[in-house]
């Protein structure tokens, strides 16, 4: 059964290095998207793309974090300047269409960051 | 996204049915219930989805009320490996809006 997965499982980091997250979405999907979860928190959208851009956007997701998908099968997440508070669990899902239309959104099992 | 509520926790006998409510009575005409489940902290399980229809598929059922205001999730025949945070959520758009579930506790 086709997965999404993400590198790496684990990643620590120094306060103002700049991380990036992997995701390969399943792949005959088309929406990608990053969650995150602070330990005993609920998980948090982050950001949606589409068609090559962003198509929607938390709160959370300030100029600090950016998103692309650098060829045809992996979907990033960069942190430009990691913050303590940015450790968390961070998970991409992919999605054939939309949740609103019916369509269900797969997670990958996660990258946990810990930033120093 | 039409709010859910859940209750906050349940607890299940092992082999017994688990019957998980959730109310949604603002959900309109066209949005979908999803119920995804996460054990520990692993990535967010998909476990079944419908909109007006009673669904069913190798994991559970799910009974949608007439109303649509209302639904219940049936893990027929509970395993401790059950236990986690199960969500139920009715998206709109691009986003999941996890809330905090109902904690689901399956005892031997």
């Known amino acids: 059964e086709p997965e999404v997965t993400q590198t790496p499982s684990h990643q620590v980091t120094q306060m103002g290095q700049e991380v990036i997250l992997r995701c390969v979405p399943i792949s005959n999907h088309l929406y990608f998207y990053w969650y995150r979860q602070i330990l005993g928190q609920k998980v948090e959208f982050l950001v949606s793309?589409?068609?090559?851009?962003?198509?929607?956007k938390s709160e959370i997701f300030d100029d600090q974090f950016s998103v692309e998908r650098p060829d045809g099968s992996n979907f990033t997440l960069k942190i430009r300047s990691t913050k303590l508070e940015d450790s968390a669990m961070y998970f991409c899902?992919?999605?054939?269409?939309?949740?609103?239309?019916?369509?269900?959104?797969?997670f990958g099992p996660g990258t946990r960051l810990l930033v120093l | 996204d039409a709010k859910t509520t859940q209750p906050t926790s349940m607890d299940c006998a092992e082999g017994r049915a688990a019957n998980l409510p959730c109310n949604h009575s603002?959900?309109?005409?066209?949005?979908?219930v999803y119920w995804y489940r996460q054990i520990h902290s692993q990535g967010p399980q998909y476990i079944i989805h419908g909109l007006k229809n009673n669904e069913t598929n190798e994991m559970a059922s799910l009974i949608i009320t007439e109303d649509r205001k209302s639904s219940t999730l049936i893990l027929p025949h509970a395993t401790l490996r059950d236990t986690a945070v199960y969500y139920c959520i009715a998206p709109s758009g691009y986003a999941l809006n996890f809330g905090k579930g109902t904690s689901l506790l399956v005892t031997p």
């Open positions: 793309f589409y068609n090559n851009e962003i198509s929607e």
């Open positions: 603002t959900i309109s005409g066209n949005e979908y």
């Open positions: 899902a992919s999605s054939e269409a939309l949740a609103g239309a019916g369509e269900t959104q797969y």
